[in-house]
């Protein structure tokens, strides 16, 4: 087998090279290494494994020279996970030591790894937390049967209520949810991401047909959205948004549900719902009453200093920064663009 460091944004057909349908990974396509180099200018240096002209592994990693947080690699950068392709016992051990390799070329202080995948049982963690997929083959009344009773309540409530959800790929979708976006973040005294991110996230991801903003309304009020991503035949639940006021009508419920009931009728088998803090015990409720599977998620720090493994904490906080929740908005859009790249 030959290894080599690869930038797939200089292959055109990288997504049918590592077979990204089957595999069915959306943070391996070309489309999101495109949206996260031109948002942040993070350096793609993927590690493949090539036999006989195919790639046979994959350890995806990008370089992130920051001012702030020093340099360093991350697979991958804004991905609550990253899956490997490939990596079995004997290509794990060679692509582990070309990653040593290309950090010290590149005076990383570490490079970390999104999963389990390719590293060594006992290996310390640095960080834990939990994912949550949910099955979406059995369609959607075993689907409905499945939620826990609150979350079928919810449900009818906002249908009652009135409340709608329609689902777009239009820019002013992803705007109308920038709005949100920028509300909830502050509220939980987090920055929100640059505007250009969602820019390039539009035309990179929305326009190839790979994601769509599903939008709850009341009374001609946007009080609730969400931003889906899919490739090949699973789906992902990326952003979530809602307008404080509106909490009672429990728009983000239903539009996770309607997001569910689409995705199974078109065919999807799994939805995944991205990573959750060991911290945040009511969005790990919110997310297992829908019937997911949970999932145990570990990410490893290698430092190169020390030649090792270094442990560390339970996951990064959620619990934001109360100066962020006493700005206005304008204000904390200008914290976001300046500072949010230097936090992956």
């Known amino acids: 087998m030959q290894l080599r460091v690869i930038n797939p944004l200089d292959c055109p057909d990288w997504n049918e090279r590592i ?22 200018g993070f350096e793609p240096c993927y590690i493949v494994g090539e036999e006989d002209g195919g790639i046979v592994c994959l350890q995806p990693m990008m370089h992130i020279g920051s001012w702030l947080t020093g340099s360093r690699g991350v697979s991958l950068p804004f991905s609550d996970y990253s899956e490997p392709v490939g990596l079995d016992p004997r290509r794990a051990g060679l692509v582990m030591g070309t990653l040593q390799d290309l950090g010290r070329r590149r005076k990383w202080r570490y490079f970390e790894l999104r999963c389990a995948d390719g ?15 949910l099955n979406l083959v059995p369609g959607e009344q075993a689907l409905f049967d499945g939620l826990e009773s609150s979350v079928r309540t ?5 249908l ?37 991110f969602f820019k390039n996230l539009h035309q990179q991801v929305f326009a190839k047909g790979m994601g769509t903003v599903a939008i709850a309304r009341h009374g001609g009020n946007v009080i609730a959205a969400s931003v889906y991503c899919h490739v090949g035949r699973r789906a992902l639940f990326k952003y979530g948004a809602s307008d404080a ?34 911290a945040n ?9 829908w019937g997911a599977l949970e999932s145990e998620l570990r990410y490893y720090n290698y430092d190169l200093r020390r030649g090792q493994f ?35």
Request: with cysteine; net charge positive; glycine share 10%.
């Open 160 to 196: 009652k209520a009135g409340v709608e959800v329609t689902f777009s790929d239009t820019w002013v979708a992803l705007v109308e949810f920038y709005r949100l976006n920028c509300l909830t973040r502050r509220r939980h005294g987090l920055p929100p991401q640059p505007f250009s």
């Open 154 to 158: 919810s449900i009818r409530k906002a």
């Open 119 to 133: 590293v060594e049982p006992g290996t310390p963690a640095s960080a834990e937390y939990r994912t949550h997929s």
């Open 281 to 289: 015990e009511g969005l790990r409720r919110f997310k297992m009453g």
């Open 245 to 278: 006021k509106y909490q009672e009508l429990r728009g983000s419920t239903l539009v996770m549900w309607d997001a569910i009931r689409r995705y199974a009728g078109d065919g999807y088998e799994v939805l995944s719902f991205g990573r959750t803090s060991m």
């Open 19 to 40: 077979d990204v349908r089957r595999h069915g990974t959306f943070f391996n396509t070309l489309e999101w290494a495109r949206v996260l180099s031109l948002s942040y």
């Open 310 to 344: 270094v442990g560390g904490g339970c996951g990064r906080g959620d619990s934001g920064y109360t100066l962020v929740k006493l700005m206005p908005l304008s204000c904390s859009r200008w914290v976001g663009a300046l500072l949010y790249k230097h936090s992956a």
